[in-house]
Every structure is written in structure tokens, then in C-alpha cells.
T-cell receptor
Framework: DQQVKQNSPSLSVQEGRISILNCDYTNSMFDYFLWYKKYPAEGPTFLISISSIKDKNEDGRFTVFLNKSAKHLSLHIVPSQPGDSAVYFCAASGNTGRRALTFGSGTRLQVQP | DARVTQTPRHKVTEMGQEVTMRCQPILGHNTVFWYRQTMMQGLELLAYFRNRAPLDDSGMPKDRFSAEMPDATLATLKIQPSEPRDSAVYFC?????????????????FGAGSRLTVL
């Protein structure tokens, strides 16, 4: 039972345009959400996060939106650059004190020059 | 530049052999995680340690997998005996969690991974 779902395995976008990556979750106990970026042969690296008390967090070209009622979050990259081409993982952390991250299956983003 | 170090980076072994993967977490971090990446499942949590104590290993096949933290600078993941279905990339990650309860920034730092191939 996947508690964090990324339903789009891949996404292709033109350089300069907006990339929108989506993530859905089912566990209402999740209260902290993160996006990680992964290049081939490397470990995932932290990109941006959002607490459940907010609905938006912005860091440069990256913005994460959270819709708690829909249990949905999205990552917007504007403008997209070829260097953004990577696999993006959505992750969620539960309010249990354990704080193990539950990851989605990832979305491969390709930004075309 | 603090980083999580994993060894070996690549391992090819035959079915039935024992495999041990090692991880050196970032100094000062009090949580260590083992994740496995497969094509179908994405990143699966295998084990989670906090202050060297195992908190969650429910994602790990108990009959063949074991995870330990002999000391604060070393975490190990052992597979015995290994099977072809264990072929995957195994990631170690460490983080710092202060206190318990409500949400906090458990931002994990991942190692580069150990790619395991079991023939």
C-alpha cells in the first residue's frame, strides 16, 4: 500500500518553461513534506520542504504547494533548466516522533534545451 | 563538506553469499536510515536507527537481512544468504532529530549508494 504516490513516471519540458511535478498522499498523519532530487549514480539530495501548517514554500526557482484537503502537493520549477533533468522524489514524514521519511516512486524530469 | 560515506559502491556476488554494506553517517547526526531503491518500488525504508537504537525495521526481510550500529560512526546492513531479488541500490542516510512529537525538519543526507547485483 503506497502512502505516497507519484503517478507520473516521467515528464518532459522545454527549457525556460514551467515544470510541475505532482504527488499525492493517503496518510493524514503526515505533517511534513519534502522533495528530493536524484542524479544518476548519486544519492538523493534535499531540494525543498513544507510543513503542514503552510500551503506554499518558495526557494528561488522552486516552489512547493500543499493542498491538505486534497492530500496533494506539487513542485513547480520556473524557469526550467537542462540541469534540472533528474529524478524527483516526493517524501512525507509522520507525526509519530519516528520521522522516517516515506518516499514516492519518483518522477523523471527531462528538460529539453 | 559533511557527507555520508557508503562502501562498497558496487558489489557483484553469487546467490547464497553473504553481503555486508557499510555506512559512515555524518558526525553529530543521531538518526540513520537504510533505504533500497528498485525500479518498481522507488525508495523503500528498510531500517531506522535513532541514537544507535533500532526504531523500525519492519520493511526488512527478517530472515535474511540484519542491520546494526556497532558505534555512532558505523552502520551495517547484512544480507545472508543473498538472493537475485535483492539486487538493487541500497542507500544509507543520516539526519538530526531533536526531541519527539510534532513536525520537524528531518532533512536526511544520503550517501551515494551501494549497487548490489546478485547473480
Amino acid at each position: 500500500d503506497q502512502q505516497v504516490k507519484q503517478n507520473s513516471p516521467s515528464l518532459s519540458v522545454q527549457e525556460g518553461r514551467i515544470s510541475i511535478l505532482n504527488c499525492d498522499y493517503t496518510n493524514s498523519m503526515f505533517d511534513y513534506f519534502l522533495w528530493y532530487k536524484k542524479y544518476p549514480a548519486e544519492g538523493p539530495t534535499f531540494l525543498i520542504s513544507i510543513s503542514s501548517i503552510k500551503d506554499k514554500n518558495e526557494d528561488g526557482r522552486f516552489t512547493v504547494f500543499l493542498n491538505k484537503s486534497a492530500k496533494h502537493l506539487s513542485l513547480h520549477i520556473v524557469p526550467s533548466q537542462p540541469g534540472d533533468s533528474a529524478v524527483y522524489f516526493c517524501a512525507a514524514s509522520g507525526n509519530t516522533g519516528r520521522r522516517a521519511l516515506t518516499f514516492g516512486s519518483g518522477t523523471r524530469l527531462q528538460v529539453q534545451p | 563538506d559533511a557527507r555520508v560515506t557508503q562502501t562498497p559502491r558496487h558489489k557483484v556476488t553469487e546467490m547464497g553469499q553473504e553481503v555486508t554494506m557499510r555506512c559512515q553517517p555524518i558526525l553529530g547526526h543521531n538518526t540513520v536510515f537504510w533505504y533500497r531503491q528498485t525500479m518498481m518500488q522507488g525508495l523503500e525504508l528498510l531500517a531506522y536507527f535513532r541514537n544507535r537504537a533500532p526504531l523500525d525495521d519492519s520493511g526488512m526481510p527478517k530472515d535474511r537481512f540484519s542491520a546494526e550500529m556497532p558505534d555512532a560512526t558505523l552502520a551495517t546492513l547484512k544480507i545472508q544468504p543473498s538472493e537475485p531479488r535483492d539486487s538493487a541500490v541500497y542507500f544509507c542516510a543520516s539526519g538530526l532529530v531533536l526531541g519527539t512529537g510534532s513536525s520537524g525538519a528531518n532533512v536526511l543526507t544520503f550517501g551515494a549508494g551501494s549497487r548490489l547485483t546478485v547473480l
